[in-house]
């Protein structure tokens, strides 16, 4: 059994292996040490399936009679706490089961983007956890603390899901989660969020807009929501399955300033379309505006991309180009110039 540390880097950092060292959902590669799918060339799979269906990836990083440090990125999501409670359990010699791999499985839908919530059935595994990580980022700890905080809370959580699945069980059966024990918290919490939901809808706008089909075969017209700063935690989340507002299924396209250095786009990865190319646009502005500014970012470039902190377009393989998120280091970029590369965008798919 391996002593294991814990720690963080930022997020998109390129690292190389080391002894010592497992890389998890952070690192743009996959081999011995380092277990990440944001890159092209990356398998078709989240780092918690990653990390649960390579054990000889992560074995292999041991040093005899040493401490093994797992790293992942700073403020770690869902799939960063999946794979890193999957490399320790490894290092620990632990046994699986298949209800590991309905988890791992679970974490890759979810970051593939299926995140979407009803009103009439709200609680799910996915925003118990979004509840549970949201009460700790908003606390006033130090990001490192925060961050070890939320990663170890998290394998709390996933221990309570894979003790008390059973093979009937769906981690969005609303039913079964009501039942878990210790997240009667994270349950008021989701209640208390659908409703500031209700509140920010109101002062969201709603937009049409024609997106390419992941099929190639022309385009599509969805219907769209744009919000600054939004309170609700799961925003996006609700809006998926906001049949009442979209006057459809849900919100397909959402743009979302988390704040004024921060704006995520996606499409449901559930819908016909995605948003190859748009990325694109948004990176050639962003370079246009920081040249204006004399703020262009030094350093060697991401690989795959022509600048060290671009703007993530979602070209991994699982994500499939249905989310777009900001520089790492933040836009200079604000909504109103954003929202002329999405029209841009919008416009060149209707002339296709």
Known sequence: MSEINYSFVPAGSVVVAEPGKVYVDVGNDFGPGVLDHHHPDAPDACASLLALNHPDLILSQRIPLQTVTILTHQYPDLDAIGSAWFASRHLHNEDFTDADEMIADYICAIDRGYTTLHPDRPLTAYAVMMMRLDKIYSSQQETDEKSLNALLSGFEILDTFSNHIKFSNDLNDSDWVSKLPGIQQEINAISEDLNLYKKDIAKAKIFECQLPRKDGVGHEPVKGIRITQPESRLFKSWARGDAKNSQSSGFVFSVIQLTHSRTIISVSPESNVFLKGLGDILEQA??????????????????????????????????????IDSPRSGTVLDLETIMLCIDQYCRSNEQA
Do not use: A
Not at 295 to 323: A, Q
């Open 286 to 323: 962003e370079t246009e505006q920081r040249q204006l500014e004399g703020r262009m970012i030094v350093g060697e470039n991401r690989p795959g991309y022509n600048s060290p902190d671009p703007w993530y377009d979602g070209r991994s393989p699982l994500h499939d180009f249905t989310i």
